[in-house]
């Protein structure tokens, strides 16, 4: 059962413009949320990160937006760059053993065109 | 900064056989992360380590799979008796304790290929 789900397996964007990430999750018990970014050959690498009390987080060109009733977030990325251009991971986390433990969708792939 | 070290990067060994492979966390991080990736999938959590007490373990970690961490610094996780299915990237990551939401800094992974 995939409780984080990423229905979006690739999505194709014009540069300038605006990339929409969808997530949705399953489990009530998650309480924050991240995005990572991830290149070929590289490890993720942390994008941006929202706590359920929040329903909106910023950091320059990327925004997470949380709609807790809906179970779903967004990424904004405006406007996007060709070196935008990877796999980005949503992930939902819940407290286990003292740390947050992400529970990770498939990813989408972003091809931002020049 | 010189980041989560991750060695080997890649490895191919046959089947039955024992692997293991080390990470290194940045320096600070006391706590320490293993997954796995799958082709088309999402990094899975497999234990996490503060310090070197392993603190949480999923059960996508069999007992042919174990994780150290003796000195709080590097940590193994060594496979043994290794299976086709055991093929994936092995990914660490590392973070601070203090603030419970910190996230975590991955390394490059070690891709493990089962012959």
């Known amino acids: 059962d995939q409780q984080v789900k990423q229905n979006s397996p690739s999505l194709s964007v014009q540069e300038g413009r605006i990339s929409i990430l969808n997530c949705d999750y399953t489990?009530?018990?998650?309480?924050?949320f991240l995005w990572y970014k991830k290149y070929p050959a590289e490890g993720p690498t942390f994008l941006i990160s929202?706590?359920?009390?929040?329903d909106k987080n910023e950091d320059g060109r990327f925004t997470v937006f949380l709609n807790k009733s809906a179970k779903h977030l967004s990424l904004h990325i405006v406007p996007s760059q060709p070196g935008d251009s990877a796999v980005y991971f949503c992930?939902?986390?819940?407290?286990?053993?003292?740390?947050?433990?992400?529970?990770f969708g498939r990813g989408t792939s972003l091809i931002v065109h020049p | 900064d010189t980041g989560v070290s991750q060695n080997p990067r890649h490895k191919i060994t046959k089947r039955g056989q024992n692997v293991t492979f080390r990470c290194d966390p940045i320096?600070?991080?006391?706590?320490l992360y293993w997954y796995r990736q799958t082709l088309g999938q999402g990094p899975e959590f497999l234990t996490y380590f503060q310090n070197e007490a392993q603190l949480e373990k999923s059960r996508l970690l069999s007992d042919r799979f174990s994780a150290e961490r003796p000195k709080g610094s590097f940590s193994t996780l060594e496979i043994q008796r290794t299976e086709q299915g055991d093929s994936a990237m092995y990914l660490c990551?590392?973070?601070?304790?203090?603030?419970?939401?910190?996230?975590?800094?991955f390394g490059d992974g070690t891709r493990l290929s089962i012959l």
């Open positions: 992930a939902a986390s819940e407290v286990r053993g003292g740390s947050y433990i992400p529970t």
């Open positions: 929202i706590s359920s009390i929040k």
């Open positions: 489990n009530s018990m998650f309480d924050y």
């Open positions: 990551a590392s973070s601070l304790v203090g603030r419970v939401s910190q996230p975590q800094h």
């Open positions: 320096s600070e991080h006391n706590r």
